[in-house]
Protein backbone atom coordinates (compact mmCIF):
# COMPACT_ATOMS: atom_id res chain seq x y z
CA UNK A 1 0.00 0.00 0.00
CA UNK A 2 0.95 3.56 -0.78
CA UNK A 3 1.37 6.09 1.99
CA UNK A 4 0.20 9.82 1.67
CA UNK A 5 3.67 11.28 1.00
CA UNK A 6 3.85 9.28 -2.31
CA UNK A 7 0.72 10.21 -3.64
CA UNK A 8 1.98 13.47 -5.55
CA UNK A 9 4.43 11.05 -7.14
CA UNK A 10 1.69 8.88 -7.93
CA UNK A 11 -1.01 11.18 -10.07
CA UNK A 12 -0.83 11.89 -13.61
CA UNK A 13 2.11 8.98 -13.95
CA UNK A 14 1.84 5.62 -15.90
CA UNK A 15 0.23 2.70 -13.66
CA UNK A 16 1.60 -0.36 -15.02
CA UNK A 17 0.00 -4.64 -14.01
CA UNK A 18 2.44 -7.22 -12.30
CA UNK A 19 3.91 -8.19 -15.87
CA UNK A 20 5.23 -4.66 -16.61
CA UNK A 21 2.32 -3.97 -18.80
CA UNK A 22 1.38 -0.07 -19.60
CA UNK A 23 -2.55 -0.05 -18.50
CA UNK A 24 -2.67 4.17 -18.44
CA UNK A 25 -2.27 6.65 -16.50
CA UNK A 26 -3.41 7.59 -12.91
CA UNK A 27 -5.51 10.52 -12.15
CA UNK A 28 -7.57 10.35 -8.62
CA UNK A 29 -6.67 8.78 -5.07
CA UNK A 30 -9.55 8.04 -3.10
CA UNK A 31 -8.93 7.66 0.70
CA UNK A 32 -11.30 5.94 3.52
CA UNK A 33 -13.11 8.41 5.39
CA UNK A 34 -12.25 5.88 9.18
CA UNK A 35 -8.59 5.08 8.48
CA UNK A 36 -8.12 8.20 6.06
CA UNK A 37 -5.59 5.98 3.82
CA UNK A 38 -5.15 5.57 0.22
CA UNK A 39 -7.65 2.66 -1.27
CA UNK A 40 -8.49 3.38 -4.87
CA UNK A 41 -6.87 4.75 -7.34
CA UNK A 42 -8.80 5.63 -10.64
CA UNK A 43 -6.65 4.66 -14.00
CA UNK A 44 -7.29 6.89 -16.99
CA UNK A 45 -7.32 3.85 -19.85
CA UNK A 46 -8.05 3.56 -23.76
CA UNK A 47 -6.25 5.53 -26.83
CA UNK A 48 -6.97 8.78 -25.59
CA UNK A 49 -7.45 8.32 -21.57
CA UNK A 50 -11.14 8.47 -22.35
CA UNK A 51 -12.17 5.62 -19.97
CA UNK A 52 -11.71 5.35 -16.24
CA UNK A 53 -10.80 2.15 -14.17
CA UNK A 54 -11.20 1.77 -10.40
CA UNK A 55 -7.95 -0.36 -8.75
CA UNK A 56 -7.36 -1.11 -5.47
CA UNK A 57 -4.29 0.28 -3.79
CA UNK A 58 -3.98 -1.75 -1.04
CA UNK A 59 -1.52 -3.82 -2.66
CA UNK A 60 -0.03 -1.57 -5.14
CA UNK A 61 3.57 0.29 -5.04
CA UNK A 62 5.76 2.60 -6.81
CA UNK A 63 8.45 1.47 -8.68
CA UNK A 64 10.55 3.42 -10.08
CA UNK A 65 8.51 6.54 -12.16
CA UNK A 66 5.22 4.24 -12.26
CA UNK A 67 2.71 3.05 -9.85
CA UNK A 68 2.49 -1.00 -10.07
CA UNK A 69 -0.74 -3.17 -9.82
CA UNK A 70 -0.94 -6.67 -9.15
CA UNK A 71 -3.61 -7.02 -11.44
CA UNK A 72 -3.65 -7.80 -15.27
CA UNK A 73 -4.15 -4.68 -17.83
CA UNK A 74 -7.14 -6.63 -19.40
CA UNK A 75 -8.64 -6.75 -16.10
CA UNK A 76 -8.86 -3.42 -15.00
CA UNK A 77 -9.87 -2.23 -18.25
CA UNK A 78 -12.74 -4.55 -17.95
CA UNK A 79 -13.56 -2.72 -14.33
CA UNK A 80 -17.18 -2.51 -13.67
CA UNK A 81 -17.88 1.60 -14.05
CA UNK A 82 -18.97 3.31 -11.18
CA UNK A 83 -20.51 6.93 -10.40
CA UNK A 84 -18.69 9.06 -7.92
CA UNK A 85 -20.86 11.56 -5.78
CA UNK A 86 -20.43 15.36 -5.94
CA UNK A 87 -18.05 15.29 -2.69
CA UNK A 88 -15.61 12.58 -4.29
CA UNK A 89 -16.77 9.47 -2.31
CA UNK A 90 -17.79 6.13 -3.76
CA UNK A 91 -21.26 4.68 -2.45
CA UNK A 92 -20.64 1.71 -0.28
CA UNK A 93 -22.77 -0.01 -3.02
CA UNK A 94 -19.77 0.66 -5.56
CA UNK A 95 -17.31 -0.46 -3.05
CA UNK A 96 -18.88 -3.42 -2.81
CA UNK A 97 -19.27 -3.95 -6.53
CA UNK A 98 -15.28 -3.30 -7.10
CA UNK A 99 -14.59 -5.27 -4.57
CA UNK A 100 -16.56 -8.41 -5.32
CA UNK A 101 -14.79 -7.61 -9.39
CA UNK A 102 -11.29 -8.08 -8.00
CA UNK A 103 -11.75 -10.99 -5.76
CA UNK A 104 -11.27 -8.73 -2.79
CA UNK A 105 -13.39 -10.31 0.52
CA UNK A 106 -15.71 -7.89 1.73
CA UNK A 107 -15.81 -8.60 4.94
CA UNK A 108 -12.41 -8.86 5.50
CA UNK A 109 -11.83 -5.41 3.67
CA UNK A 110 -14.54 -3.61 6.40
CA UNK A 111 -12.84 -5.15 9.32
CA UNK A 112 -9.35 -3.76 7.89
CA UNK A 113 -10.06 -0.60 7.52
CA UNK A 114 -12.74 -0.33 10.26
CA UNK A 115 -11.05 -0.60 13.49
CA UNK A 116 -13.20 0.88 16.84
CA UNK A 117 -12.96 4.69 18.06
CA UNK A 118 -14.87 7.10 18.54
CA UNK A 119 -18.05 6.83 17.61
CA UNK A 120 -17.74 3.04 17.66
CA UNK A 121 -17.38 0.47 14.96
CA UNK A 122 -18.34 2.69 11.30
CA UNK A 123 -17.76 1.79 7.39
CA UNK A 124 -16.36 5.28 6.06
CA UNK A 125 -16.75 5.83 2.62
CA UNK A 126 -14.17 6.47 0.17
CA UNK A 127 -13.38 10.13 -1.08
CA UNK A 128 -11.33 11.70 -3.60
CA UNK A 129 -8.24 13.44 -2.29
CA UNK A 130 -8.21 17.02 -2.64
CA UNK A 131 -5.35 18.38 -4.55
CA UNK A 132 -6.93 21.75 -5.38
CA UNK A 133 -5.88 24.91 -3.73
CA UNK A 134 -7.36 26.73 -0.06
CA UNK A 135 -6.67 30.21 -1.74
CA UNK A 136 -9.05 32.76 -3.62
CA UNK A 137 -7.63 32.00 -6.96
CA UNK A 138 -9.84 30.37 -9.49
CA UNK A 139 -8.34 27.47 -11.83
CA UNK A 140 -8.53 27.67 -15.18
CA UNK A 141 -8.29 24.05 -17.05
CA UNK A 142 -7.81 23.46 -20.90
CA UNK A 143 -8.91 20.57 -22.88
CA UNK A 144 -5.70 19.19 -24.92
CA UNK A 145 -5.54 16.99 -28.14
CA UNK A 146 -3.45 13.65 -27.98
CA UNK A 147 -2.95 12.16 -31.18
CA UNK A 148 -1.98 8.51 -31.33
CA UNK A 149 -2.28 5.61 -34.10
CA UNK A 150 -3.71 2.19 -33.80
CA UNK A 151 -2.93 -0.43 -36.02
CA UNK A 152 -5.73 -2.12 -38.45
CA UNK A 153 -5.72 -4.28 -40.90
CA UNK A 154 -6.08 -2.23 -44.73
CA UNK A 155 -5.90 -5.03 -46.62
CA UNK A 156 -4.41 -8.26 -48.23
CA UNK A 157 -1.77 -9.50 -50.91
CA UNK A 158 -0.96 -12.77 -51.94
CA UNK A 159 1.09 -14.66 -54.90
CA UNK A 160 -0.66 -16.93 -57.68
CA UNK A 161 1.19 -18.63 -60.06
CA UNK A 162 -0.38 -19.89 -63.26
CA UNK A 163 0.69 -20.99 -66.59
CA UNK A 164 0.88 -19.21 -70.23
CA UNK A 165 1.39 -21.03 -73.31
CA UNK A 166 3.44 -18.59 -76.22
CA UNK A 167 5.62 -19.53 -79.03
CA UNK A 168 9.05 -19.09 -79.48
CA UNK A 169 11.37 -19.31 -82.95
CA UNK A 170 15.15 -20.97 -83.25
CA UNK A 171 16.96 -21.26 -86.42
CA UNK A 172 19.13 -23.64 -86.03
CA UNK A 173 21.38 -25.77 -89.08
CA UNK A 174 19.87 -29.08 -90.41
CA UNK A 175 22.13 -32.03 -92.81
CA UNK A 176 20.96 -34.00 -95.33
CA UNK A 177 22.41 -36.39 -97.97
CA UNK A 178 21.94 -35.76 -101.92
CA UNK A 179 23.25 -38.00 -104.30
CA UNK A 180 25.90 -36.82 -106.75
CA UNK A 181 27.19 -38.84 -110.17
CA UNK A 182 30.99 -39.01 -110.03
CA UNK A 183 32.13 -40.85 -113.26
CA UNK A 184 36.10 -41.48 -113.60
CA UNK A 185 38.16 -42.41 -116.60
CA UNK A 186 39.37 -46.18 -116.81
CA UNK A 187 43.57 -46.29 -116.20
CA UNK A 188 45.82 -48.36 -115.19
CA UNK A 189 45.39 -47.50 -111.53
CA UNK A 190 41.49 -49.02 -111.70
CA UNK A 191 42.00 -51.05 -114.64
CA UNK A 192 41.28 -54.57 -112.52
CA UNK A 193 38.67 -53.20 -110.79
CA UNK A 194 37.04 -52.08 -114.25
CA UNK A 195 37.57 -55.65 -115.87
CA UNK A 196 36.50 -57.66 -112.57
CA UNK A 197 32.70 -57.72 -113.64
CA UNK A 198 31.45 -59.22 -116.56
CA UNK A 199 31.82 -57.99 -119.97
CA UNK A 200 28.09 -56.62 -120.85
CA UNK A 201 25.66 -57.17 -118.05
CA UNK A 202 22.61 -55.13 -116.17
CA UNK A 203 23.24 -54.30 -112.45
CA UNK A 204 21.93 -52.00 -109.97
CA UNK A 205 23.83 -50.14 -107.09
CA UNK A 206 22.00 -48.48 -104.37
CA UNK A 207 22.44 -45.62 -101.67
CA UNK A 208 21.08 -44.41 -98.89
CA UNK A 209 20.39 -41.19 -98.07
CA UNK A 210 20.39 -39.37 -94.42
CA UNK A 211 18.71 -36.58 -93.52
CA UNK A 212 18.56 -34.27 -90.16
CA UNK A 213 15.10 -32.60 -89.33
CA UNK A 214 14.38 -30.27 -86.20
CA UNK A 215 13.34 -32.24 -82.99
CA UNK A 216 11.11 -30.05 -80.24
CA UNK A 217 11.94 -30.89 -76.62
CA UNK A 218 10.75 -29.02 -73.59
CA UNK A 219 12.47 -29.03 -69.73
CA UNK A 220 11.27 -26.97 -66.77
CA UNK A 221 14.12 -24.95 -65.13
CA UNK A 222 14.34 -22.53 -62.33
CA UNK A 223 14.51 -18.98 -63.39
CA UNK A 224 14.05 -17.39 -60.52
CA UNK A 225 12.27 -16.90 -56.63
CA UNK A 226 9.51 -14.37 -55.78
CA UNK A 227 8.52 -13.57 -52.39
CA UNK A 228 5.68 -11.16 -50.81
CA UNK A 229 7.11 -8.70 -47.77
CA UNK A 230 5.53 -6.22 -46.34
CA UNK A 231 7.38 -2.81 -46.06
CA UNK A 232 6.34 -0.07 -43.28
CA UNK A 233 5.84 3.63 -45.03
CA UNK A 234 5.33 6.54 -42.88
CA UNK A 235 3.04 9.40 -44.65
CA UNK A 236 1.57 12.55 -42.97
CA UNK A 237 -1.88 12.73 -42.31
CA UNK A 238 -3.50 15.80 -40.82
CA UNK A 239 -6.07 15.00 -37.86
CA UNK A 240 -8.96 17.65 -36.72
CA UNK A 241 -10.46 17.41 -33.58
CA UNK A 242 -12.48 19.94 -30.88
CA UNK A 243 -11.13 21.01 -27.70
CA UNK A 244 -12.68 22.58 -24.75
CA UNK A 245 -11.40 25.62 -23.19
CA UNK A 246 -12.15 27.72 -20.37
CA UNK A 247 -12.58 31.52 -19.70
CA UNK A 248 -12.56 33.62 -16.85
CA UNK A 249 -13.61 37.24 -16.85
CA UNK A 250 -14.30 39.36 -13.65
CA UNK A 251 -17.23 41.28 -13.53
CA UNK A 252 -18.33 44.39 -10.94
CA UNK A 253 -21.02 45.42 -9.18
CA UNK A 254 -21.66 48.80 -7.83
CA UNK A 255 -23.19 48.47 -4.83
CA UNK A 256 -24.56 52.32 -4.44
CA UNK A 257 -26.96 51.10 -7.28
CA UNK A 258 -30.08 53.38 -6.73
CA UNK A 259 -28.67 56.16 -4.14
Do not use: C
Not at 114 to 127: H, I, S
Not at 136 to 165: C, F, I, N, P, W
Not at 217 to 242: D, I, S
Request: hydrophobic share 30%; no cysteine; proline share 5%.
Amino acid sequence: MITREQIPSVLDHPVHDGQGNKIGEAKHVFFDDVTGEPEWVSVKTGLFGTSESFVPIREASVVEDHLEVPYAKGKVKDAPNVDVDAGGHLSEQEEHRLYEYYGVEWDAAWHEANQPGEGGWARGRTEAADTSSTDDAMTRSEEEMHVGTERRQAGRARLRKYVVTEEQQQTIPVRHEEVRVEREPVTDANRGEALSGPEITEAEHEVTLHAERPVVETRAEPVERVRLRAEEVTEEETVKGTVRKERIEATEEDDDRGR
